[in-house]
Antibody, heavy 117, light 106 residues
């Protein structure tokens, strides 16, 4: 059974770069689309973007200038980098698998990232 | 971007009741509409995809319908464990967008 687990620092300083990794276990990272979604405290869900196993990406235009995603198929991991963070980037960050027909069927447990000096 | 709205924002009901949550898209999205359940401190869980298909493992008391711009999620015979927030999400095009959520109190 495929499981996802996010990892990375829980605290990032303003103007620095947020870096998170999602490890896929119980299955291969191949042939699917791997997504990042975030949820600010007491707020709704915001899709950040996805990356495929081949490295093709699609980012939310609202974050596109600051987002980079990468994939490491040898480690069954994919990653998120968000630059120039502000307090508005404080959120729980989820990684999720997208399958066809398009839906997010498996989610990680989420990791809280706070932006503060 | 396609904007998603939901109503009501919250609803209170009793065990055994049936409730319906409405989701509306700002433009037609065919049947590309998914529903998720989220409990406090947990990740969202997929319930319904492509408007009316029940995700494997989701209880059969959850059902969805709709196409175009208007969609509904119905929970029949409410159970205590259905107390949660429910989000709709369009998968018609990117950026994928979610509704603001409906909180269900049992």
């Amino acid at each position: 059974q495929v499981q996802l687990q996010e990892s990375g620092p829980g605290l990032v300083k303003p103007s620095e770069t947020l870096s998170l990794t999602c490890t896929v276990t119980g299955g291969s990272i191949s042939s699917q689309y791997w997504n990042w979604i975030r949820q600010a405290p007491a707020k709704g869900l915001e899709w950040i973007g996805y990356i495929s196993e081949s490295g093709s990406t699609n980012y939310n235009p609202s974050l596109k200038s600051r987002v980079t995603m990468s994939v490491d198929t040898s480690k069954n991991q994919f990653s998120l980098k968000l630059t120039s963070v502000t307090a508005a980037d404080t959120a729980v960050y989820y990684c999720a698998r997208r399958v066809t027909p398009d839906r997010f069927d498996i989610w990680g447990q989420g990791t809280m990232v706070s932006v503060s000096s | 971007d396609i904007q998603m709205t939901q109503s009501p924002s919250s609803v209170s009901a009793s065990v055994g009741d049936s409730i319906t949550i409405t989701c509306r898209a700002s433009q037609t999205i065919s049947r590309y509409l998914n529903w998720y359940q989220q409990k406090p401190g947990k990740a969202p869980k997929l319930l319904i995809y492509t408007s009316s298909s029940l995700q494997s493992g989701a209880p059969s008391r959850f059902s969805g319908s709709g196409s175009g711009t208007d969609f509904t999620l119905t929970i029949s015979s409410l159970q205590p464990e259905d107390s949660a927030s429910y989000y709709c999400q369009q998968s018609y095009n990117t950026p994928f967008t979610f509704g603001p959520g409906t909180k269900v109190n049992i």
